[in-house]
């Protein structure tokens, strides 16, 4: 089987400190897994170096068929990612910033055109399209960064704790979205802190201190520790 | 192609949203041109002088009405003595005093030969060193005009004037120097300060770090930048040839063509300067330091404000390294001596070394993925 991520003994070491400790998982197409962690856990670390910010000290993944250390233009090209700052621009429009984004990504001007009007339209902010990005709500920007991040139609997107600060009905939207998403083959990468949203992922990741502590189904997890909650298992390797 | 221009659309659309970065554009040239060169001008004028008068004649009284009449200097009066003179001086209300001998009239009628003492406050040397030059000039001419009257038949006697002409800038109007150095901080300022703060900015923002997990090349997210600010820069320059010709009058004597060609080189070399000083920098702080640093010393160096001929050898030899030397150079020759691409080769040739030095550097620290 082709995973659409396939990280192999992924480490980055800062200086004398080991950020993520030789890492290996993956990711299948289509899948929303989940990568759980305390902060510091070396969660961001590890997405970026898989986005092709971040040089890894040692080790190699394959993300959308593409080799990270030898082809990672291609990778930029197949991906999406949604930081963990809000990073659309602020002093440029909605529908500028999608443009801005879409353009970059070499989608045509006038594929581009209608995806936005679609993109705009189905996120109920159409009316918005000529308003300043820096005027609308958290949860909009949020929404906003996520349908931005699938305009070129990526195969694989990253979020990084995209829902962080907005509020559970604007949560429950966003995952609503994730699941929509998903289902057209787009392959969900997820960061998170909120147990609860670890229980919507088809299958969570949990790493400790830059190491992969386990991986698997949520229900299969708390089978296998005994719990009923994510939390629970959470609170286990957190407090180690 | 599409994504420079969308890039460059990006950038003039943030440019005209912030109101601060616009005021700074329109306000610094403004501000720059009408209030500077009239601050930093080494004219003297209101030269407090007074007068101690031992003789008491007509000569001395003559030569103590002329300053009267002289716009460059306030008087103060006949002083009865030296210590009067000295108290005055002490709390600075007096800059200069002139003192007449004894005898002072007789002399010069019998002998052809008298002495003055001018004594000066040296505390601002300039002053002293200018207005000494002033008050000479004075007395020289009342000499001469009493030369003129009391032997007009010895008009043909031999006398030997010095006259001093001074080129390029006849009436020593230091306007003239002032104003093209302005035009010189005015392009290094938004060439390195606004690109350094603009790039620096995006890194706060976390901007950037969405613009680097795209497959845009290095190439293109650099000239995307550049392209704007070097428009920016450009336009601010046609400005401050506008300003320096309505409020100062002085109007370039050499090519304007020319003076741009060479000015879009500088400004690349600025930019690339702005854009490395961002790669540098964690932050906006940071930047403006590094900025105002290398600008402080750039200036200070290139003799826009003190004459170059009176530093030490290695800080000339420095100028070799200073772009703004080499752009003021080539300020001062078109604009104000008229000069033409002949004059300014070697300029031409230093400030393309640079531009090209410093911008590849540039691309090379921006690094799209970090260690």
Redesign the interface.
């Known amino acids: 089987m082709v995973f659409s991520i396939d990280v192999q003994d992924l480490m980055k070491k800062f200086g004398d400190f080991t950020a993520v400790d030789h890492i290996t998982f993956q990711v299948k197409r289509g899948e929303i897994f989940g990568f759980l962690g305390a902060n510091g856990a070396g969660k961001t670390t590890a997405m970026k170096m898989m ?5 890894p000290t040692s080790g190699n993944a394959t993300i959308a068929g593409y080799s990270l250390k030898t082809q ?2 291609q990778i ?2 197949s ?1 999406g ?1 949604m ?1 963990q ?8 429009s909605l529908f ?1 910033n999608m ?3 879409g ?4 989608v045509k ?1 006038a594929i581009l055109k209608e995806r936005i009007h679609d993109s705009l339209e189905d996120l109920g902010m159409d009316k918005y399209a000529n308003k ?1 990005v820096g005027s609308i709500p958290l949860g909009w920007k949020q929404k906003l960064a996520f349908a931005t991040a699938l305009l070129h139609q990526p195969d694989i997107v990253f979020l990084d704790e995209p829902t962080s600060g907005v509020d559970p009905i604007v949560r429950r939207e966003f995952w609503e979205r994730i699941y929509k998403t998903a289902s057209t083959g787009v392959t969900i990468f997820v960061t998170t802190h909120y147990m609860d949203e670890a229980e919507y992922c088809e299958r969570i990741s949990i790493m400790s201190h830059g190491k992969l502590m386990l991986i698997g189904t949520p229900t299969q997890i708390k089978i296998d520790m005994k719990v009923d909650t994510i939390e629970e298992v959470f609170g286990k390797f957190v407090k180690r | 192609m599409r994504v420079i221009l969308m890039l460059i659309k990006k950038e003039f659309l943030q440019v005209f949203r912030n109101p601060l970065l616009m005021s700074i554009l329109i306000v610094a040239p403004l501000v720059q041109f009408l209030l500077f060169p009239f601050t930093a001008d080494y004219e003297i004028k209101h030269i407090n002088i007074a007068f101690i008068d031992h003789d008491r004649s007509s000569t001395s009284q003559d030569i103590i009405k002329k300053f009267l009449g002289s716009p460059y200097f306030i008087t103060h009066g006949i002083l009865p003595s030296n210590d009067h003179a000295q108290a005055l001086m002490l709390r600075d209300e007096i800059d200069f005093t002139l003192e007449f001998p004894v005898d002072f009239e007789k002399d010069l009628v019998n002998q052809q030969k008298t002495e003055i003492a001018i004594t000066a406050n040296a505390i601002n040397s300039v002053k002293a060193g200018i207005g000494t030059a002033y008050v000479q000039n004075v007395i020289a001419e009342y000499m001469n005009e009493l030369m003129a009257v009391s032997k007009p038949d010895q008009g043909s006697q031999a006398q030997i004037l010095a006259t001093n002409v001074y080129w390029f800038n006849e009436q020593m109007n230091y306007k003239n120097l002032i104003v093209p150095g302005i035009l010189v901080i005015l392009v290094t300022l938004i060439g390195a300060y606004v690109t350094a703060l603009n790039i620096v900015r995006e890194k706060e923002l976390g901007t950037i770090e969405q613009i680097n997990v795209t497959p845009i090349k290095r190439w293109q997210f650099i000239v995307g930048k550049m392209i704007p600010f070097w428009i920016l820069g450009m336009a601010e320059f046609i400005i401050g040839l506008i300003l320096m010709k309505l409020v100062f009058g002085i109007t370039v004597q050499g090519s304007i063509v020319l003076l741009l060609g060479i000015t879009a080189i500088y400004l690349l070399a600025m930019l690339g300067l702005g854009f490395f000083i961002s790669s540098v920098s964690e932050n906006q702080l940071q930047a403006m330091f590094i900025v105002f640093f290398l600008f402080i010393v750039f200036v200070l160096l290139s003799g826009l404000f003190t004459p170059t001929e009176g530093m030490p050898d290695w800080a000339i030899k420095l100028n070799y390294l200073n772009p703004l030397s080499f752009y003021m150079d080539v300020i001062k020759i078109i604009v104000l001596k008229g000069g033409v691409l002949q004059d300014v080769k070697i300029q031409i040739i230093a400030l393309s070394c640079m531009a090209v030095i410093i911008d590849t550097a540039a691309i090379l620290s921006y690094q799209e993925n970090s260690k």
């Open positions: 986005c092709g910010l971040l040089r990672s233009k930029k090209k991906i990612y930081s700052k809000f990073s659309l621009y602020n002093d440029l500028e443009q801005l984004y353009t970059i990504y070499g001007p300043l």
